[in-house]
Every structure is written in C-alpha cells, then in structure tokens.
C-alpha cells in the first residue's frame, strides 16, 4: 500500500484503498452491539437503498468491541461491476472510529457469479436469495449465494474476498490507541418512531 495523505493508503497494483477516519460524533444507530438482530436488520435496510449489506458481525480489536460491515455497490457512473467495501466500526460514547478498505471490479465483471452459477447448477431464479437480516427487503443490488465466504479461498483475487482478507489481517495485526479503548462504550438511545425493531 502506498500513502495517499495522513487517513488513506492505496494499492497501486489492484486499485484498492484503505481509510481511518475518527469522528468526534456518537455513532446515529438506533441499536448497536446490545441487540445485533435488530442491528443488523437496520443496517441491511439502510444500505440497500444504495447496494446490499452483506454481512455485519461483531468484532473485538485492541480489546475494543465493534461491527465489521462487508457491502457491495455498484460502482458509480458506470455500465457494470460493483465495489466491494468492508468497514469496521468501533464506538464509544462521544466518538466512533471507522477503518474501511474498498476493492472495485475491474476489467471483465461477473466472473465469480457465472462460475458459482455453473458449478451449482443454478438459473437465476435459483441465485437470489432473501437476505439473512431482513429477508422481505429488496435492494438496489440482490443478496445472492455467490456473496458466501465459503466461496472466497476460490476466488483469492475477487474483491469481495480482498476486503474480507484485509479484515483478517487488521484484526491480527491493528493496534488501538489505549486512551481510546479506556473511554466509556457506546450505548444507543431509545430507538426513534417507526425505527425496526428486529422482532
């Protein structure tokens, strides 16, 4: 990776590029890491008006509890292809933390979708499937069974299974500062009207 400025790096061979970014700003979640259903499904809502949440698991770094969110959007102005985004949030009471990678589809797209579909067997209405937090939502991009990371091992080099490498490698290796961790945990308020519950 090579430094792009203080917060962003970039892979000059793949395109890919990282960013840390510090908010000094409680996280807007109406539920969080007390109630991950709920969680869980507010997030895969709100992400699918822009593409499709494809996993949010809970995580432990530097002994700091928090979400890794995995995305997929299209990519911007463009006929085809998607960005692949994985973002991990740590959150504390006044301030979150945000460190994400992104990995966009180059050159010819679909590849680890048409092979999947061909080793399974599968027509299109086979492919899709409800999504596992929400599954009456439907997105500006579908949930389909090529999203699995049982598929990643592979497909090394798809950038679905780059962000989710890269996730690995910061949970392995990232340090956090101690005078972050010390600070009190992020606790949501009451959930606002209307907001879905996860029941």
Known sequence: MQRVDEATWSHPATGDWINLKLNNSPLTEPAWLENIPAMRRNL???????????????????????????VKVPIPNAPS??????????????????????????????????????????????WVMPHPYAPELKGALPYHRGDDPAWDAQFPDHPLSRVRAWVRWVLATAQVDPAFAALPDFVPGPPAPGTASGR
């Open 44 to 70: 895969a809502i709100e992400y699918a008006q822009m593409g499709c949440l494809i996993e949010a698991e809970p995580v432990v770094l530097g002994g700091v509890r928090g979400v890794v969110q995995v």
């Open 81 to 126: 292809g998607q960005v692949f985004l994985a973002n991990i949030f740590l959150a504390k009471a006044d301030r979150h933390v945000m460190f994400g990678c992104a990995a966009e589809e180059r050159g010819i797209t679909g590849v680890r979708e048409t092979t999947i579909m061909a080793k399974l067997g599968l027509m299109m209405d086979g």
